[in-house]
């Protein structure tokens, strides 16, 4: 549905994103993830047609998006970090004209402000002026004019900044009821525990080089169970040991131990671990790791060589981007 294709952005005397090269998984929702000044919001704004990047491109159904930008947004609902309200009209207005912006035919509008006013919980508040609302609402009404025109890819910057936690749950179950709709959904965070209730993919920005795209099976996470095995002290047949009890583990903590998935229920962990005590290993302890998004981030990325920097790509200043003196270009 969208390809990102080797795109680089820079500001004056600064690398801000460096040949970040994906394809958004159609009909999920996928993570964005990275550090402060990773240039998550810059790549955003590259997708959505804000920003025209410095090389490489951004595709839609395999078409550049600048070349036609009408087209590309009427598909298109985006919710920017720092977005604003017209504080003196009401929630139905504010929709309104939201919808009118999106050219929404006058036959559809009043069901399509229903509709938005409806799915977003804004009943209460139609007739609220919008400056009266609270954060949280103000997060929902934000996003009701981004899907206004029923859009089939939303973008969402930082949606969980300055919410309560009863609001992060709120949106939580919001975005998975709009997945359920058929959207294709990016958002956009560094904080990883508000991700992980709804999250498909993650991909993962720093220093404005793509890191990595990881697949986070749903399913899979919550019936899937990863083991971890500590000993006190080392045992060489442990492996081999694992393997004879139909276990593919791999070594974990220096020989210490082992970590390894595990597809039976508890009374099957408590057989496994009666069999390796039964075979003399010198067994501390058998547990189930957690498995969630900030786990497979800190396993997967953070640890990473070279992964510890925030700051962006510096350009050579002295140099004129257009006469290919660009490092890495």
Not at 126 to 155: D, E, N, V, Y
Request: glycine share 10%; proline share 5%; charged share 25%.
């Amino acid at each position: 549905m969208l390809t990102v294709d080797r795109l680089s952005f820079e500001y004056p005397g600064v690398r801000a994103l460096e040949e970040v090269s994906w394809e958004l998984p159609a009909g999920a929702i996928t993570a964005l993830v990275g550090p402060n000044g990773s240039g998550k919001s810059t790549l955003l704004r590259c997708l959505v047609g804000l920003a025209e990047p410095f090389s490489g491109e951004v595709r839609f159904q395999g078409r550049p998006i600048l070349e036609d930008p009408r087209r590309y947004h009427a598909r298109l609902g985006y919710l920017a970090d720092d977005f604003g309200l017209y504080d003196d009209l009401t929630v139905e207005r504010c929709l309104i004209l939201a919808a009118r912006r999106h050219r929404v035919a006058a036959a559809a509008l009043s069901q399509m402000v229903t509709e938005a006013v409806e799915l977003l919980g804004l009943q209460e508040h139609r007739k609220t002026l919008a400056g009266r609302l609270s954060r949280g609402w103000r997060q929902r009404l934000g996003i009701a004019q981004a899907i206004i025109h029923r859009p089939s890819l939303l973008f969402l910057d930082e949606p969980a900044s300055g919410l309560d936690p009863e609001s992060r749950i709120g949106l939580a179950d919001l975005l998975l009821s709009l997945h359920e709709r058929g959207m294709t959904i990016l958002v956009s965070s560094h904080i990883l525990a508000e991700l992980d209730a709804y999250s498909h993919y993650m991909v993962v920005l720093r220093a404005g080089r793509l890191m990595g795209i990881e697949a986070l099976d749903r399913a899979g996470r919550r019936g899937g169970r990863v083991l971890r095995l500590a000993l006190s002290r080392v045992w060489p047949p442990l492996l081999e040991t694992l393997r004879q009890l139909g276990v593919e583990a791999s070594p974990d903590a220096g020989g210490l131990g082992a970590v390894f998935p595990f597809v039976g229920d508890v009374e099957a962990q408590a057989g496994l671990l009666r069999q390796l005590i039964v075979k003399e290993s010198p067994v501390a302890a058998l547990w189930e790791e957690k498995v969630d998004l900030q786990s497979v981030y800190l396993r997967r990325f953070a640890s990473r060589p070279g992964a510890t920097g925030t700051e962006p790509v510096r350009v050579d200043a002295g140099r004129s981007p257009g006469a290919g003196g660009i490092p890495g270009v």
